[in-house]
């Protein structure tokens, strides 16, 4: 059996860009490159040699994926193949019902039945709700299993994928079950957001947008000066994007892997109002990152009512938004009380003590957390933009 050095995989990896994540032992790369499915194998390949340099026995590889990209697990699951890896493929049901104990289950008995063992893969090739569940899975099985990521949406390319948060849902609450697992890589190709219907890449823009807001002006300004290449999908400008929002998100996480200093909250810019409009919505009917996007217009608006910023920095959110198609207001017939939209804000985990907490731009490219904004400014802010 051979296994071929990355070298040998080439010209897809020519324009690659790698985003080390620097967590101590449990570091990994982030791997940007378009067209690049098929070196997953090579590419997991110098992964495995870096963390484990004994090269004994065959390699195998469970592949979790769901139904809406099973064209592209096959890809990754052929190019294992091919490279002489024992690899089985489980396809899953899209959708948040997918994160349940239920599913893990099942897949316990498919690495139990492969008779995995503690260097057995497991790769998500899918969405969040593929990588959280792979990611537990991985993070339990034999007390954890290499696990490698293979996004296959904006969102997770830039979010889910990144940071080492696994779960899955409880009936009392997402995200209830699950682990810090840090992946032993993660392969990001930019030709399968081509196909990504065009709701989904502009919630997955959201979040790129926050970062910029959040911690880079220079790169808020790329994204400004870029439109035409973010909504033609460019391979170079998603690159670049993905890169950048992925090294900003890792520098976060090297400061908190774990989500103790708080350094982390400053991710959630927006998602204190985009939870509540998500929740009142119902969850599914308005897109994480769409409610994200409202939400940080609410929130920097709210920003601009304390004093800490010009009207022009929410001004150029929403030009920025709005440029892009995405949306920057709630949709019609969404009629959330003050009162329903602040009690759901009181339940979210970030409220200490029944204190809102908001994340604040101080000026594009900063931010700060407040747990001292009067319901009289939040109040506001939600008449002035309903
Ligand atoms: N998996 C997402 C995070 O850790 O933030």
Request: with cysteine.
């Given at each position: 059996m051979t296994h071929p050095e990355p070298s040998s995989a080439t010209d897809q990896l020519a324009d690659s860009i790698t985003v080390h994540v620097n967590l101590a032992e449990r570091s990994y790369d982030i791997l940007?490159?378009?067209?690049?499915?098929?070196?997953?194998?090579?590419?997991?390949?110098?992964?495995?040699?870096?963390?484990?340099?004994?090269?004994?026995?065959?390699?195998?590889?469970?592949?979790?994926?769901?139904?809406?990209?099973?064209?592209?697990?096959?890809?990754?699951?052929?190019?294992?193949?091919?490279?002489?890896?024992?690899?089985?493929?489980?396809?899953?049901?899209?959708?948040?019902?997918?994160?349940?104990?239920?599913?893990?289950?099942?897949?316990?008995?498919?690495?139990?039945?492969?008779?995995?063992?503690?260097?057995?893969?497991?790769?998500?090739?899918?969405?969040?709700?593929i990588g959280d569940s792979a990611g537990f899975l991985a993070a339990t099985y034999g007390r954890g299993v290499p696990f490698i990521q293979v996004p296959t949406t904006l969102l997770a390319d830039v979010d889910s994928s990144v940071g080492g948060k696994v779960g899955i849902n409880h009936p009392a609450a997402k995200n209830l079950i699950g682990a810090f697992y840090q992946p032993l890589g993660v392969c990001i190709d930019t030709s399968v957001l081509t196909t990504l219907p065009e709701r989904d890449y502009l919630s997955g823009m959201a979040e790129v947008v926050k970062y910029g807001v959040i911690l880079d002006a220079d790169f808020f300004g790329y994204l400004e000066q870029n439109i035409a290449g973010l909504k033609s999908r460019d391979p170079g400008v998603l690159r670049h994007i993905i890169a950048r929002s992925c090294q900003l998100k890792a520098d976060v996480?090297?400061?908190?892997?774990?989500?103790?200093?708080?350094?982390?909250?400053?991710?959630?810019?927006?998602h204190t109002f985009a939870h509540a409009f998500e929740a009142l919505a119902g969850y599914g009917e308005l897109l994480h990152g769409e409610a994200v996007s409202i939400g940080m217009l609410y929130a920097s608006r709210l920003a601009e009512k304390r004093g800490l910023i010009d009207a022009d920095v929410t001004a150029r959110q929403r030009t920025l938004i709005e440029s892009l198609g995405m949306i920057s207001r709630l949709p019609p017939g969404s009629d959330f009380t003050a009162d329903a939209i602040l009690d759901k804000m009181k339940l979210d985990k970030k409220t200490v003590a029944g204190q809102l907490r908001f994340v604040l731009p101080t000026q594009m490219g900063h931010v700060e957390t407040f747990g001292d904004v009067p319901e009289s400014d939040v109040r506001a802010v939600l008449a002035e933009l309903a």
């Open positions: 940007i490159a378009s067209d690049s499915l098929s070196c997953v194998a090579p590419t997991a390949e110098s992964w495995y040699m870096q963390r484990f340099p004994s090269k004994d026995g065959q390699r195998s590889a469970l592949v979790v994926t769901d139904r809406n990209v099973a064209n592209h697990a096959e890809t990754v699951l052929s190019s294992l193949v091919d490279a002489g890896w024992k690899a089985e493929l489980e396809q899953l049901e899209p959708g948040e019902t997918t994160k349940s104990l239920d599913v893990i289950s099942r897949l316990y008995d498919c690495l139990v039945a492969m008779k995995a063992d503690r260097k057995t893969a497991v790769i998500a090739v899918g969405g969040g709700v996480v090297e400061q908190d892997e774990y989500e103790r200093t708080g350094l982390r909250a400053v991710l959630n810019y927006g």
